[in-house]
């Protein structure tokens, strides 16, 4: 099976485009796949709002590896020039369902994203590096006032991985969900009752600065709560927003070892972490450093880069990885041995990822892309199948 992870939107600033939302690292393409070139994507409006609903399918396809979006029946788009500063990109939208209503759409095989938006379409710009995607964290974004998200994807020939990610931001509820080949259905995303308002009611009374995340229109329509990534870029959140508990974990890494075994299928690999002055060293079975880490800030803990990069490797990304998540879950304190996988202890202490814990407490079935490596321990929201009949995007309550 492929492994998948999510990915941040590139900043506004670099005018890049991505080249898809859903990674599938690995996955080769079949001659005797089942899966056709498009399949059915039904998107139902449980929005409860009157507003008009529009959709997007952006993202690379994969059998030319050219950037471009689809249209409702699946036909592929390529994105024509951009310019410098930007141009207007083609009007890529396609009508959404009204309230109460579905509608089905065709998707084909892409690494991308599906972006809906309430009451504006979305306004999506073409430099010459390709897309520029929507930045709400730059004040000047001209989507900054749109009540929109998105969810990502892969379809290729091994499959459909679709999650629902709040790497970027918590916005719009919806869920997603695959019909499998044997005729049932896999869902995730569903907030819990009242967990939409419950989210941001939890962000407000957090102390430390985590309202600051919240983003509202003049309105005063609450639109997003900014992830603490960029939550710290931007100033909304303070920078030393983890200090404390990095420092305990430097602390105690300092007279006892951290064990990393960070693939599942492979218990023996172990790598060894001890803290020497400002450096986390990590050892092999036979003692030598394979890889060092220099002691993190906020912002490579909740973005999961700079001093917490994790390149597609198989020693220093995989160890990344796992860092990453324990200090995120803030359990390095508690479990020597990582990944911790057992939940019970995630979020626990005063100093945490407030905005991760916040998501999760409110998922129905407690799972969530809340910072890039949310997938380590499996807690993340995806569906996948590698013979895919039929997807989902579920519109959910604003409540």
């Known amino acids: 099976m492929p492994h998948t992870r999510t990915r941040r939107a590139l900043p506004l600033a670099a005018a890049a485009a991505l080249v898809g939302g859903v990674l599938a690292v690995g996955a080769p393409d079949r001659a005797d796949a089942a899966v056709p070139d498009t399949i059915p994507l039904q998107i139902t409006n449980d929005s409860g709002r009157s507003e008009p609903v529009y959709v997007y399918d952006l993202g690379t396809q994969l059998s030319s590896g050219q950037q471009g979006w689809a249209d409702a029946d699946g036909a592929f788009h390529a994105w024509p020039a951009g310019g410098n500063p930007p141009t207007p990109a083609p009007d890529a939208a396609i009508d959404g369902p009204a309230p109460g209503q579905s509608k089905t759409i065709r998707i084909p095989k892409f690494s991308g994203r599906i972006y809906f938006s309430y009451g504006r379409k979305l306004d999506f710009r073409l430099t010459t590096g390709g897309l520029v995607q929507p930045a709400v964290q730059n004040p000047s974004d001209p989507n900054r006032d749109i009540l929109f998200n ?9 499959g459909l991985w679709l999650n629902s990610t709040q790497v970027d931001m918590f916005s719009a509820p919806y869920a ?5 080949s044997d005729g049932g259905v896999s869902t995730t995303g569903h907030l819990k009752s009242g967990g939409y308002t419950g989210f941001f ?8 600065g985590w309202s600051g995340l919240i983003q509202t229109r003049s309105d005063g329509t ?5 992830s603490p990534l960029y939550g710290v870029e931007t100033g909304a959140l303070p920078a030393n927003a983890m200090d404390d508990y990095v420092d305990r974990v430097w602390q105690k890494y300092t007279t006892s070892t951290l064990t990393v075994t960070p693939f599942g299928d492979r218990p023996d690999t172990k ?7 400002d450096v986390m060293n990590f050892t092999d079975g036979s003692g030598a450093v394979v890889t060092s880490f220099r002691k993190p800030d906020a912002d490579s803990v909740f973005g999961c880069h700079k001093l917490l990069d994790a390149p597609n490797d198989t020693v220093r990304g ?13 359990t390095l304190l508690i479990n020597p041995n990582q990944p911790d996988t057992s939940t019970a202890g995630f979020y626990e202490d005063a100093v945490t990822n407030q905005y991760a814990r916040a998501v999760h407490a409110r998922m129905a079935d407690g799972k969530a892309y809340a910072f890039a490596f949310d997938d380590v321990g ?4 995806l569906v996948h199948d590698d013979s895919p009949q039929q997807a989902y995007l579920t519109l959910d309550p604003l409540s």
């Open 201 to 208: 009611d939890a962000l407000r009374s957090q102390s430390g």
């Open 271 to 277: 790598y060894y972490g001890r803290v020497s002055g």
């Open 222 to 226: 609450v639109l997003r709560a900014l």
């Open 378 to 381: 499996n807690q993340e929201s």
């Open 318 to 330: 995989p160890i990344s990885r796992t860092l990453c998540a324990g200090f995120n879950r803030s």
């Open 176 to 180: 997603v969900g695959v019909q499998r």
């Open 150 to 158: 998105w969810s990502e994807y892969t379809l290729n020939d091994s």
